[in-house]
């Protein structure tokens, strides 16, 4: 199994900055990998798959980078609506996901 | 608009079963492969299940793998999910998603349910 590590665990950040989160895979897997926002009480919302393509209706404050087993997600202006959980997921082999990086106002 | 629906979801006692179903409308259902994902409670996402647009190709994580059985039916634009031996591991919110890509497997989930819970405990 592949084993995705996100860091950090928790990222404050005050509105209108930068938000960097990062992904690393255990093992290469290529660009199939994915970025999901989670809310409280909300299912996942896909942001970015194949490492850096925008899901349809994504603002392109988010975008994704990375390639083999390092990856980021950057939210260039974090919004008040972009305070959330953000998970990786790899989808190369079976598909695994990071534990997650939870983006809180600073 | 894409809406998938989940349900059959409850609270079951250890070592018994539970059938969840998902609704789905708004897209070309026998087009797409479908997925399940949970979620534990206060825990992260877990791809627990995958099946191809025509059923040709399923896979199971390894933490289910003998005990639950995935299913779709495109007739009625409806997936399934049969779990047997429950545990209460698999005590979690269980979603429903569609994959991101016509006749593939490509396990990116574009459109996610709200979910079901299932609660295993005695």
């Known amino acids: 199994e592949i084993v995705m590590t996100q860091s950090p665990a928790t990222l404050s950040v005050s509105p209108g900055e930068r938000a960097t989160l990062s992904c690393r895979a255990s093992?290469?897997?290529?660009?199939?990998l994915a970025w999901y926002q989670q809310k409280p009480g909300q299912a996942p919302r896909l942001l970015i798959y194949?490492?850096?393509t925008r899901a349809t209706g994504i603002p392109a404050r988010f975008s994704g980078s990375g390639s083999g087993t390092e990856f980021t997600l950057t939210i260039s202006s974090l919004q008040s609506e972009d305070f959330a959980v953000y998970y990786c997921?790899?989808?190369?082999?079976?598909?695994?996901f990071g534990q997650g990086t939870k983006v809180e106002i600073k | 608009e894409v809406q998938l629906v989940e349900s059959g979801g409850g609270l079951v006692q250890p070592g018994r079963s539970l059938r969840l179903s998902c609704a789905a409308s708004?897209?070309?259902?026998?087009?797409?492969?479908m997925h399940w994902v949970r979620q534990a409670p206060g825990k992260g996402l877990e791809w627990v299940s995958g099946?191809?647009?025509?059923?040709?190709?399923?896979g199971y994580a390894d933490s289910v793998k003998g005990r639950f059985t995935i299913s779709r039916d495109n007739a009625k634009n409806s997936l399934y999910l049969q779990m047997n031996s429950l545990r209460a591991e698999d005590t979690a919110l269980y979603y429903c998603?569609?994959?991101?890509?016509?006749?593939?497997?490509?396990?990116?989930?574009?459109?996610w349910g709200q979910g079901t819970l299932v609660t295993v405990s005695s």
């Open positions: 998603a569609k994959d991101l890509h016509k006749y593939s497997s490509s396990s990116v989930g574009d459109y």
């Open positions: 708004g897209f070309t259902f026998d087009d797409y492969a």
């Open positions: 099946i191809s647009w025509n059923s040709g190709s399923i």
């Open positions: 093992q290469s897997v290529s660009s199939n």
């Open positions: 194949g490492a850096s």
């Open positions: 997921q790899q989808y190369n082999n079976w598909p695994t």
